[in-house]
């Protein structure tokens, strides 16, 4: 499972492979998850999340983006076509004079990086049928005149998101650094509101009661329409003490100014437990990390008249495979979970470890629920472990592997196409639920989660 070619210098703990490479999974690396994860906090300070489908600015992806606003997730979502590119390498073109002829030569050493690992390292050898040749022709021009690192960026993501492919994306070193703050616990303030992209708009999802947002009278289903007059920047960062005028829209069309000041806010945990009564389990847990797989079967172990579980899935944006494989087989043993598929060869992966629970199960998911989350579901659906419950999610599911670039950016290939155990193929497309359920805004508001009240009684029916 070891993809990288190249070293990475501070790669996290139990990540080096035998060559000293990173090693990745559905979703790149663990980083990513960390840099999902302050993303999802970001909005605790505008997280935007303009699901990297090109990492960088406008844009609509097919599905709901997973992203609190004021984020774009490293990991990418499916749904960028020419289209967009062209929007991004907009973006990118500098609007002033060109950079010195050291700073073209080094933004072309990270460009030329970057493209030439995609040509030797994607999965589909016929790279979906592109020029890539002419596509770097196309797409250099704005790389080599970028002016900071910002459009640099975004004109190699322009470049990437011809393919289409939800884990071949490239990220910043600011966005590394930023990264690497929220996991030391450096990064958790912000306006404390969380928001996803649909159909070009970002919609609140959720207002933390405790932040500043929440006292501004700002409410969930509100549509952001600006920040400090300008459109919904995915790279902006709000932390203790910034401020901003956000626009936004009400249901009824009526617009509303806050101005807000960002502080300090408690820490959102990434595994969440709760008893609901009736022998039930609830488990939410937002990535699949070392450790969660141990988490998950401790806190089943704990409760010796358990009668059900619910997996939480709808804020999972994936992580790494081998978690992934010591996950599912903590419901099912010695059966296949994914299938990786590349130009050479397919590899099948099974579930590893024992089984803890073999009883009632149900797995909620959403538009959120990328990658390796949505292996899980579809493995546990497709077995018959569990019954799905919730909405369609994102359709983020192939294997990227990272790679370094020059200037200590890091860029994501996808290797290896994947395969449910049934064949399906669920990159852009995602998995439907079972038991379809979408809350209405009044439910959101009140506070109900009608998913979780399906999936109660579906287990506690079995």
Not at 366 to 391: I, K, N, W, Y
Request: glycine share 10%; proline share 6%; net charge positive.
């Amino acid at each position: 499972m070891a993809f990288s070619e190249n070293d990475d210098p501070c790669p996290p703990a139990g990540m080096r492979s035998a060559g000293g490479g990173r090693v990745t999974a559905f979703r790149s690396s663990r980083w990513d998850a960390v840099y999902a994860a302050s993303r999802r906090r970001w909005m605790s300070g505008i997280r935007a999340a303009l699901s990297a489908r090109a990492t960088q600015v406008v844009a609509g992806p097919r599905a709901p983006g997973r992203s609190r606003l004021g984020v774009v997730c490293p990991m990418r979502w499916p749904g960028w076509t020419g289209a967009i590119a062209a929007a991004l390498l907009a973006f990118a073109t500098p609007a002033f004079a060109a950079p010195p002829s050291a700073v073209q030569a080094a933004n072309v050493r990270v460009f030329d990086k970057a493209w030439s690992l995609v040509a030797r390292r994607y999965w589909d050898r016929d790279l979906h049928g592109l020029d890539w040749a002419a596509e770097r022709d196309r797409f250099l021009p704005a790389a080599r005149d970028a002016t900071d690192t910002r459009a640099l960026y975004a004109a190699i993501n322009a470049l990437l998101a011809r393919l289409g492919d939800s884990h071949v994306y490239a990220v910043s070193p600011e966005r590394r650094d930023f990264a690497r703050a929220v996991g030391k616990g450096e990064a958790e303030s912000g306006f404390g509101f969380d928001a996803y992209e649909s159909g070009g708009r970002w919609r609140v999802r959720a207002v933390r009661p405790e932040g500043p947002a929440a006292r501004a009278g700002m409410r969930i289903g509100w549509v952001l329409v600006s920040v400090d007059g300008r459109p919904v920047d995915v790279d902006a960062h709000f932390g203790t003490a910034d401020t901003a005028t956000l626009v936004l829209e009400d249901e009824f069309g009526r617009r509303h100014t806050l101005m807000l000041e960002g502080e300090p806010l408690p820490p959102v945990p990434s595994r969440r437990a709760l008893r609901l009564g009736g022998g039930v389990l609830l488990l939410a847990f937002d990535q699949f990390a070392p450790g969660d797989d141990r988490w998950l079967r401790r806190e089943i172990e704990d409760i010796p008249d358990l009668r059900g579980v619910i997996l939480d899935l709808r804020e999972n944006e994936g992580g790494e495979a081998e978690v992934l494989d010591r996950v599912a087989g903590l419901f099912a043993n010695g059966r296949q979970v994914v299938l990786r598929l590349n130009a050479r060869s397919e590899r099948a992966e099974k579930t590893s470890g024992r089984a803890v629970w073999l009883g009632p199960l149900a797995v909620l998911i959403g538009p959120r629920s990328a990658s390796a989350a949505e292996a899980l579901a579809a493995f546990l659906d497709e077995s018959e472990r569990a019954q799905t419950v919730g909405e369609r999610t994102a359709g983020a599911l192939t294997a990227g592997a990272e790679h370094r670039l020059p200037d200590g950016g890091r860029l994501t290939v996808a290797e290896h196409d994947v395969r449910t155990p049934g064949g399906a193929r669920l990159e852009a497309v995602g998995l439907a639920p079972r038991y379809p359920v979408t809350p209405t805004l009044a439910q959101l508001r009140a506070g109900a989660d009608p998913a979780l009240a399906k999936a109660v009684a579906l287990v506690s029916d079995r």
